[in-house]
């Protein structure tokens, strides 16, 4: 087995192993995904021009460009998974060259993203001194980083690994929170981050933050945690399905997500209720599943 780590601040993970597509006539995107520096994958096989087969820690497929990662053997990912990782909570954070504002910026990192935390004497509060997929030594303000709730051991286990909850209430607002931190981001094909996200890439992120390791599309998939319940029993943090769209439920009729739609383009609110001034009849009428982690399993 091969595994390598994303080292660029965003790297596009693509369909096939090319940067474009056609659509409807049209040369699109071959985006489906992006992975977010310091995350672990694992290489699945033979590079083709530049581009490497990857499975990430979350059990996700597709081909990034080799020029955005650096390459480990197992050892090497076990050791930086095990090492004080912390997880960049800020939207844009800067890892600058020495513990001062003024400090040379080495990169800029988006919510998600991993960085590894060393030990440092210094009377500098405020920051802290990482190390950065690369190997790159810098500072970022540890006001921006939170605890890392994942794990990526299933890059060498061959697994999604979950965080066990303890807490049910705790967690949906937890998850429900984190949602939310992403509000005004711009919708994003196969974003993942706060410089642009898509509706799976929203739930499947604010999972992750958590602990849990959601499908990265738009339904519901066997050996993932989430299952299909009633929909008079969703609570906050549950998730709602569309056709092709993925909801987060917030409570009292409100749900978050990322949309494409004119007029809204990102991370907003809107609501099942009719009455509401947030209602999208559009999305109501064609809501079709609720899943959730917890609960009691519909069978169907």
Same mark, same amino acid.
């Given at each position: 087995? $091969? %595994?390598?780590?994303?080292?660029?601040?965003?790297?596009?993970?693509?369909?096939?192993?090319?940067?474009?597509?056609?659509? *409807?006539?049209?040369?699109?995107?071959?985006?489906?995904?992006? =992975?977010?520096?310091?995350?672990?994958?694992?290489?699945?096989?033979?590079?083709?021009?530049?581009?490497?087969?990857? $499975?990430?820690?979350?059990?996700?497929?597709?081909?990034?460009?080799? !020029? &955005?990662?650096?390459?480990? +053997?197992?050892?090497?990912?076990?050791?930086?998974?095990?090492?004080?990782?912390?997880?960049?909570?800020?939207?844009?954070? &800067?890892?600058?060259?020495?513990?001062?504002?003024?400090?040379?910026?080495?990169?800029?990192?988006? $919510?998600?993203?991993?960085?590894?935390?060393?030990?440092?004497?210094?009377?500098? !509060?405020?920051?802290?001194?990482?190390?950065?997929?690369?190997?790159?030594?810098?500072?970022?303000? +540890?006001?921006?980083?939170?605890?890392?709730?994942?794990?990526?051991?299933?890059?060498?286990?061959?697994?999604?690994?979950?965080?066990?909850?303890?807490?049910?209430? #705790?967690?949906?607002?937890?998850?429900?929170?984190?949602?939310?931190?992403?509000?005004?981001?711009?919708?994003?094909?196969?974003?993942?981050?706060?410089?642009?996200? &898509?509706?799976?890439? /929203?739930?499947?992120?604010?999972?992750?933050?958590?602990? @849990?390791?959601?499908?990265?599309?738009?339904?519901?998939?066997?050996?993932?945690?989430?299952?299909?319940?009633?929909?008079?029993?969703? *609570?906050?943090?549950? /998730?709602?399905? %569309?056709?092709?769209? @993925?909801?987060?439920?917030?409570?009292?009729?409100?749900?978050?997500?990322?949309?494409?739609?004119?007029?809204? =383009?990102?991370?907003?609110? +809107?609501?099942?209720?009719?009455? #509401?001034? /947030?209602? $999208?009849?559009?999305?109501?009428?064609?809501?079709?599943?609720?899943?959730?982690?917890? =609960?009691?399993?519909?069978?169907?």
């Amino acid at each position: 087995m $091969r %595994f390598c780590v994303v080292k660029e601040a965003i790297g596009t993970i693509y369909e096939k192993a090319a940067t474009e597509t056609e659509s *409807k006539g049209q040369v699109v995107s071959a985006i489906s995904d992006e =992975g977010l520096h310091g995350m672990l994958m694992e290489v699945t096989g033979d590079e083709e021009e530049g581009y490497l087969p990857v $499975r990430t820690f979350y059990g996700y497929e597709g081909y990034i460009q080799e !020029a &955005d990662v650096r390459w480990l +053997n197992r050892d090497e990912a076990k050791e930086w998974e095990r090492s004080e990782l912390k997880v960049v909570g800020g939207g844009c954070v &800067d890892v600058v060259s020495v513990p001062r504002v003024q400090g040379v910026r080495l990169i800029s990192l988006v $919510r998600g993203s991993i960085v590894q935390v060393l030990k440092w004497d210094s009377e500098e !509060a405020g920051w802290d001194k990482v190390c950065l997929a690369d190997g790159r030594i810098g500072y970022m303000r +540890n006001q921006y980083l939170w605890g890392k709730k994942f794990s990526q051991a299933g890059v060498w286990e061959g697994r999604v690994c979950q965080r066990q909850i303890e807490d049910e209430e #705790s967690f949906r607002r937890d998850v429900a929170e984190t949602a939310k931190t992403f509000l005004g981001t711009q919708y994003r094909w196969g974003g993942r981050s706060t410089a642009g996200i &898509d509706c799976s890439g /929203l739930t499947s992120v604010s999972y992750m933050l958590n602990g @849990i390791l959601t499908y990265r599309d738009a339904k519901i998939v066997e050996g993932y945690p989430v299952h299909e319940i009633a929909k008079e029993d969703k *609570k906050p943090g549950d /998730l709602l399905y %569309f056709p092709g769209h @993925i909801a987060m439920y917030v409570g009292d009729g409100m749900y978050i997500h990322s949309t494409g739609k004119i007029g809204s =383009g990102g991370v907003v609110y +809107n609501s099942l209720c009719p009455g #509401s001034p /947030l209602y $999208r009849q559009d999305l109501a009428d064609s809501l079709y599943a609720v899943g959730s982690i917890f =609960g009691v399993e519909t069978g169907k």
